[in-house]
T-cell receptor, first 113, second 114 residues
Framework: KNQVEQSPQSLIILEGKNCTLQ??????????LRWYKQDTGRGPVSLTIMTFSENTKSNGRYTATLDADTKQSSLHITASQLSDSASYIC????????????FGKGTTLSVSS | NAGVTQTPKFQVLKTGQSMTLQCAQDMNHNSMYWYRQDPGMGLRLIYYSASEGTTDKGEVPNGYNVSRLNKREFSLRLESAAPSQTSVYFC?????????????FGPGTRLTVT
């Protein structure tokens, strides 16, 4: 069964600290992997999209990594800010046909001052 | 550009009532989607429309109907609401349904069925 598992479920860090969120997937065939940020009460907003051949992709203070062999991805947030408090969702696109996006349950990040 | 807009933002229904959730996008996208998000679960696709005039079922279509009114608008209808349909509903759009196309999400409609 195609699944996307994220860890930890929730995380609390101090402002200015770094953190890393994990995503493991069993989706096959794999097309791409996306990280979304979802602020409370808002819709998800894309941070990165990574294809099979991409190992690392950055978007400002957000850096995503992908290991397609082990089917693992991580999202590293550098120098966290209060505005980084949100849910971060890992999403894997299955195959080429249709629209199958497999969503993880998300990691809830709280950044405190 | 407003992007993807949804109305209403909040709604409370009694079991058995009907309602339509509205979605519109101003990005000239061909494809539109309806998702639901439940606590402790990832987003799940209800229905999608690859292009104007076409609609297809997603993972959880039971209890819902959709209408692609035109290229801009895609509505979701609950004919007889049930408590199990209490959820947050998100509309999204993309240029096409292909794997490399980004999906842009609306702000969501929070629906409670009592």
């Amino acid at each position: 069964k195609n699944q996307v598992e994220q860890s930890p479920q929730s995380l609390i860090i101090l402002e200015g600290k770094n953190c890393t969120l994990q995503c493991n997937y069993t989706v096959s065939p794999f097309s791409n992997l996306r990280w979304y940020k979802q602020d409370t009460g808002r819709g998800p907003v894309s941070l990165t999209i990574m294809t099979f051949s991409e190992n690392t992709k950055s978007n400002g203070r957000y850096t995503a990594t992908l290991d397609a062999d082990t089917k693992q991805s991580s999202l590293h947030i550098t120098a966290s800010q209060l505005s980084d408090s949100a849910s971060y969702i890992c999403v894997v696109r299955e195959g080429q046909a249709g629209t199958a996006l497999i969503f993880g349950k998300g990691t809830t990040l709280s950044v405190s001052s | 550009n407003a992007g993807v807009t949804q109305t209403p933002k909040f709604q409370v229904l009694k079991t058995g009532q009907s309602m339509t959730l509205q979605c519109a996008q101003d990005m000239n996208h061909n494809s539109m989607y309806w998702y639901r998000q439940d606590p402790g679960m990832g987003l799940r696709l209800i229905y999608y429309s690859a292009s104007e005039g076409t609609t297809d079922k997603g993972e959880v279509p039971n209890g819902y109907n959709v209408s692609r009114l035109n290229k801009r608008e895609f509505s979701l209808r609950l004919e007889s609401a049930a408590p199990s349909q209490t959820s947050v509903y998100f509309c999204a759009s993309s240029v096409q349904t292909g794997p490399s196309y980004e999906q842009y999400f609306g702000p969501g409609t929070r629906l409670t069925v009592t």
